[in-house]
């Protein structure tokens, strides 16, 4: 049984920073992606960085082109909380964000499709104001 929760949403200013967590419990290993998503209001779920769970550490992270050199996804091992630094945040990021999971299908690959993932957390929600 996994289970993921997510924290550290909240409201912030245009140009701000946030840093959520997601905890893990439960049978998650190597050989594992994990991934944030997000959904605003009347708009799809949509991929917002993935990370491939290593023996040691999250390797070969991936981004969105929207949030591309402002979030950073990083993952502890030792803790299973997985995380998302924002920086720079635009009004354009305001949603509910996802931390989800599943069993890797290819070797060091996590394609950014909402389907893929079996494994979902409740949500935490990012409000950005200008």
């Known amino acids: 049984q996994v289970q993921l929760v997510e924290s550290g949403g909240g409201s912030v200013q245009a140009g701000g920073s946030l840093r959520l967590s997601c905890a893990a419990s439960g049978s998650i290993y190597s050989n594992y992606c994990m991934a944030w998503f997000r959904q605003a209001p009347g708009k799809e779920r949509e991929g917002v960085a993935t990370i491939y769970i290593g023996y040691i550490s999250g390797v070969n992270p991936d981004y969105a082109e929207s949030v591309k050199g402002r979030f950073t996804i990083s993952l502890d091992n030792a803790k299973k909380t997985l995380y998302l630094q924002m920086n720079s945040l635009q009004r354009e990021d305001t949603a509910m964000y996802y931390c989800?999971?599943?069993?890797?299908?290819?070797?060091?690959?996590?394609?950014?499709?909402?389907?893929?993932?079996?494994?979902w957390g409740q949500g935490t929600q990012v409000t950005v104001s200008s």
């Open positions: 989800a999971a599943a069993r890797a299908r290819l070797y060091q690959n996590c394609p950014m499709v909402p389907g893929d993932f079996v494994h």
